[in-house]
């Protein structure tokens, strides 16, 4: 799932990484820098450090695919990446909260159900943005100021360990801001199993966001208007061409009119996938029906590296530096269903926020939504909404029309001045 990244060093550990044992004497001048100043730069076992005559501020690499050796196809786990964190803090003594995110790649190698070429054309836009092709490699990028697609054939860029189809649907996030709700900010955030899952659901909200149009989608039967959607839909032309409210219109109608006619369409097909692969990678063994969700039967401490080096005690004071981990397995949360009552086990862990009415996973959604979203739900969002609308209306009017269940006059304090300014209308007689 975690694949590039740029991350930014901690002020205090820039000088000595300049000046580390592993990087000494290896460094090359890359020339000036925005500021005027000479920078530097060193790779060492697939990370490329930079800074300048006195500090290193600055490390890039892809954590994905320093763990593999320099190739990137294959699967990348959660405990894998835990693992190559551990070896790039110890060999340079660096602490992992310490290493801030500038930049961050996540993703998802899937096999799609057609030729990769033939879903690269399905992809017509993102918002108003169309597809561009890649500078490298066979694929296509839809390009934001703080972040942008990359969906590729991973398959063309390693044939010689790849038979077959491999897609790459990738997002990287060149401003932070982009993942601001997933709640990670250091490479310590990352070690969380809950940011990942976190991550997880906004990679799918914004393949969500997607239009894709399906292949071959048969035009018998339909109306003038629905015909002349069918026809343009892989147009990107058409859609660019729309006020936003007309195209966002058009585009829920284009996506009601392709679950009528091919339920089982390209769109959902491929976010079934990409849901499976990262809730795999994430540490959940999927079954067959991708219903159920078991844990690896590996356990694992998810508590962060360490911690920052505390005061000393003060004289006859007893105290211990070292870092309280608890050791458990990666179990993730079971999946809620809309609709029904959420069941204990759905209970929200810390820093996962759930929907009030059916508990699902609503910390993709804005922080101050208390129940699914009727836009990325459709009828079971209004439906939660409608739950717990209800269930507000029905306290209420309880609370107003209510039977009394003793009686209250003799608890009454009678004022004698200063009376209430406020008076309830809705008050009983007594």
């Not at 930049?103 to 399905?122: C, H, K, Y």
């Not at 079954?287 to 998810?302: D, I, L, V």
């Not at 179990?331 to 699902?360: D, Q």
Request: aromatic share 6%; with cysteine.
């Amino acid at each position: 799932m975690i694949d590039g990244v740029k991350l930014r060093i901690h002020p205090d550990a820039q000088r000595r990484m300049r000046e580390h044992t592993l990087l000494a004497g290896r460094w090359r001048s890359r020339g000036e820098g925005k500021a005027g100043e000479q920078r530097h730069a060193v790779k060492w076992s697939g990370w490329t450090f930079t800074g300048d005559a006195t500090r290193c501020w600055e490390v890039r690499g892809s954590f994905h695919k320093v763990h593999h050796g320099g190739t990137n196809w294959q699967d990348y786990t959660f405990t894998q990446f835990r693992d190559t964190v551990a070896a790039l803090c110890d060999a340079f003594g660096l602490h992992d909260a310490g290493l801030t995110l500038a930049t961050l790649e996540v993703g998802a190698n899937i096999i799609p159900p057609i030729p990769t070429a033939a879903v690269l054309r399905s992809i017509v836009l993102h918002k108003d943005a169309t597809p561009v092709p890649m500078q490298k490699g066979e694929g296509i990028q839809i390009v934001h100021a703080a972040y942008r697609f990359k969906i590729y054939d991973k398959a063309a860029q390693y044939r010689e360990h790849v038979n077959g189809e491999l897609l790459r649907f990738e997002l990287k996030a060149n401003k932070m801001r982009t993942l601001a709700r997933c709640k990670v900010r250091t490479v310590a955030d990352l070690l969380d199993p809950a940011a990942w899952i976190r991550l997880r659901a906004f990679l799918l909200a914004k393949f969500d966001e997607l239009l894709i149009a399906e292949p071959d989608m048969p035009a018998d039967g339909l109306r003038p208007g629905q015909r002349d959607l069918v026809a343009n839909a892989a147009v990107p032309s058409y859609w660019q061409e729309l006020h936003r409210r007309t195209r966002s219109r058009r585009r829920t109608a284009y996506t009601a009119l392709v679950q009528r006619i091919q339920p089982n369409g390209l769109q959902p097909t491929l976010r079934a996938l990409i849901a499976a692969k990262l809730s795999e990678v994430n540490g959940w063994d999927i079954c067959t029906k991708g219903t159920n969700a078991t844990p690896y039967s590996e356990s694992g401490t998810f508590a962060p590296r360490g911690q920052h080096p505390a005061k000393a005690p003060r004289k006859g004071q007893s105290g211990t530096f070292a870092p309280l981990a608890i050791r458990g397995a990666n179990v993730p949360p079971t999946v809620p269903v809309p609709g029904k009552v959420a069941h204990p086990s759905e209970v929200p862990s810390e820093g996962v926020r759930r929907c009030l009415a059916c508990g699902r996973d609503i910390s993709d959604q804005d922080p101050r939504s208390r129940v699914c979203s009727e836009r990325i739900h459709g009828k079971a969002g209004k439906a939660c909404r409608n739950k717990l609308s209800n269930r507000s209306l029905t306290l209420r009017r309880m609370k107003v029309r209510g039977l009394l269940l003793f009686d209250e006059r003799p608890f009454v304090v009678v004022a004698t001045s200063n009376p209430p300014q406020h008076v309830n209308s809705h008050a009983r007689p007594r």
